[in-house]
């Protein structure tokens, strides 16, 4: 949707149109129900409508313009000076991400809250309550309808007829490389003979004299794209700061797919940079971005994206990360936690299967596999998609090599392994959240137990306090034997060495404090076996019962260390006489008289 405008405004009906005019002289329209105890009340405020609109496909609260027809403009001081604020509360209050804006009409103000429509199977919810608007309420969802939206599949917009588009509006080049491609994958050099039409026709681009938007998609001429579909551009920004929000330079990428992806790739390149590794006398370099990253990251946001959204793919490059962000969130049944495990269904399916068939990707799905696994391979933090929405699909990634050990290491392990048994994608995370010492819990015990086998990481604790460390042969690989034996299980004499010093600084301790020193070492159980332990030995002093327990050095203790430092001075005194008998002998010779 556009930026509407108060002309148009003025002509809309509230149900037809899916438009709510509110007066808000004085800016008094409730945020979330404020104090009202009815709900039907409650639901009368900002997110009751956003909620409701975007259940319905989107729409429009107005706030400031009568709602009778013809809407007059009465001018609001509806957060006047804060409508920035207003819409970040609420995209963090609901999900939704709304578009405000402020219209003028002789100097009246006018604030309109742009709402977004839902995504397929996803319903949104006002205080546990989904919401629809019947007449002048907002009531709560049928079952009917709450059930006809959960069970929705996303239509597949690639595969739709695009109405009056004809082969010869098409881009000769880009049906070269398509066929070229083709031919190479599929081992069919007589592919690149065929007709234009029977090529479309094989590959369910052109259905019964009509081409698909597919095939405007991945073939037409530019002119033609931008005017039947001006959101498939790509937008290159170019940042020289990552804090930075206007951008130096910006490119537009208006070109069909097979066109665009190769253009795309060399000019994020000319700004890449790289980072020699050595291995003893062998010196290779990891990009700042890895090329097949980059490219998997924008057939992943040019198949998947919701070309029904009016906003384009954006990729903001700065010197050292790159963001890509594109219209639509994840597809159905695919969350941030199962992203890598869950095969994703493409929102295209058609224009994804046309890039799987001409070896632009090996595989659906197989995507987001490979980002990890060359991110994670190359020593660089994992992708993060933490800022997307249901809105919105947002990938960072970092070119900064946070770990060359790491990298040089899996390098050397995949090198060694024979062809079957080389590292998986989920081999070589479980393998970075171990390094990173992340909780039991938080690993896939599948992939634990896989790398036990390769002998790449080891068991160590017992029980409740169980935990895994990378292999001895990494930290040999690394240089770093210490650490190695610094992350091995902890002993008795340890568990006291670090009680006392905890204890010598801050004299008084409970319970909880003893278990955060020995955190992912040894369960609450086992700490306090031990601390139960150090007090029936009179080493600690347990003071009260229970949760208010705190604990001390006992005073016996505390004579016995004093006893032990006055004879370790005496001996440390001894010791001196033994090994200076001259200069003991010259202090103690009295001296003679002038």
């Known amino acids: 949707m556009s930026m509407i405008t108060i002309d148009i405004l003025k002509k809309l009906k509230e149900s037809e149109d899916k438009v709510e005019f509110k007066k808000g002289e004085g800016g008094n329209i409730s945020y979330d129900g404020g104090s009202k105890p009815k709900p039907s009340d409650r639901r009368r405020c900002i997110l009751g409508y956003v909620t409701a609109f975007c259940n319905e496909g989107g729409g429009y609260l107005v706030i400031g313009m009568s709602d009778n027809y013809p809407h007059e403009v009465i001018g609001t001081k509806q957060n006047l000076g804060a409508v920035g604020e207003l819409e970040s509360k609420i995209y963090a209050d609901t999900g939704i991400r709304p578009k405000l804006y402020e219209l003028y009409e002789n100097q009246k103000r006018v604030l309109v809250v742009e709402v977004p429509c839902r995504p397929a199977g996803k319903v949104f919810k006002f205080e546990d309550v989904a919401l629809m608007r019947v007449g002048e309420e907002l009531k709560p969802m049928s079952d009917e309808v709450y059930l006809k939206i959960i069970q929705e599949q996303e239509p597949d917009f690639s595969q739709q007829i695009c109405e009056g588009l004809t082969i010869s509006e098409l881009d000769d080049r880009a049906i070269f490389l398509l066929k070229d491609k083709y031919s190479i994958k599929q081992n069919n050099p007589k592919f690149r003979l065929l007709p234009n039409e029977q090529i479309l026709s094989d590959l369910e681009l052109y259905k019964k004299g009509k081409l698909t938007n597919a095939a405007l998609i991945l073939l037409a001429k530019k002119e033609i794209l931008q005017k039947r579909l001006p959101q498939s551009k790509v937008m290159l920004e170019f940042r020289n700061s990552e804090s930075q929000i206007p951008f130096d330079n910006r490119i537009e990428f208006v070109e ?3 066109l665009l992806i190769d253009d795309l790739w060399k000019t994020i390149n000319i700004r890449n940079g790289s980072v020699p590794i050595q291995d003893g006398a062998y010196i290779f370099n990891i990009s700042y971005f890895n090329e097949e990253v980059i490219r998997e990251s924008v057939n992943n946001a040019i198949t998947h994206r919701d070309y029904r959204r009016s906003s384009e793919i954006v990729i903001k490059q700065f010197p050292q990360r790159l963001d890509v962000i594109n219209a639509g969130g994840f597809p159905v049944g695919v969350t941030l936690e199962n992203l890598i495990k869950t095969p994703s ?5 058609l224009l994804a299967e046309i890039l799987q068939k001409t070896g632009i990707v090996e595989r659906s799905g197989q995507g987001v596999d490979k980002i990890y696994f060359n991110t994670l391979s190359e020593g660089k933090a994992e992708p993060d998609y933490s800022k997307s929405d249901n809105f919105h699909v947002n990938l960072k990634l970092s070119a900064v090599i946070e770990d060359r050990a790491f990298a040089l290491f899996i390098d050397q392990v995949q090198k060694e392994l024979p062809e079957n048994e080389k590292l998986s994608v989920l ?3 479980t393998l970075n959240n171990i390094k990173k010492n992340c909780p039991k819990k938080d690993l896939d015990s599948e992939q634990v137990s896989k790398l036990l086998d390769k002998k790449l990481i080891e068991k160590k604790g017992k029980t409740n306090a169980v935990f895994y460390i990378l292999s001895k042969n990494y930290f040999d690989f690394t240089d770093e034997k210490a650490k190695y034996y610094n992350l091995q299980e902890i002993d008795d004499n340890q568990v006291l060495n670090t009680i006392l010093s905890f204890l010598s600084k801050e004299e008084i301790a409970k319970m909880k404090d003893f278990v955060g020193l020995f955190e992912d070492k040894l369960s609450r159980r086992q700490v306090r076996f031990r601390v139960d332990k150090l007090v029936s030995n009179k080493i600690l002093e347990q003071q009260g019962e229970g949760s208010t327990s705190i604990y001390k050095l006992s005073d016996d203790y ?20 033994k090994q200076n008998p001259q200069n003991q002998m010259s202090k103690e010779r009295p001296k003679k008289k002038e």
Do not use: C, Y
Not at 345 to 349: A, F, L, S, V, W
Not at 565 to 574: R, V, W
């Open 427 to 429: 081999e070589i995370i």
């Open 558 to 577: 505390i004579k016995q260390i004093e006893v032990l430092s006055e004879a370790l001075h005496i001996g440390m005194k001894e010791m001196e006489k």
């Open 345 to 349: 269904t493409p929102r295209n399916r």
């Open 256 to 258: 069909p797919f097979f």
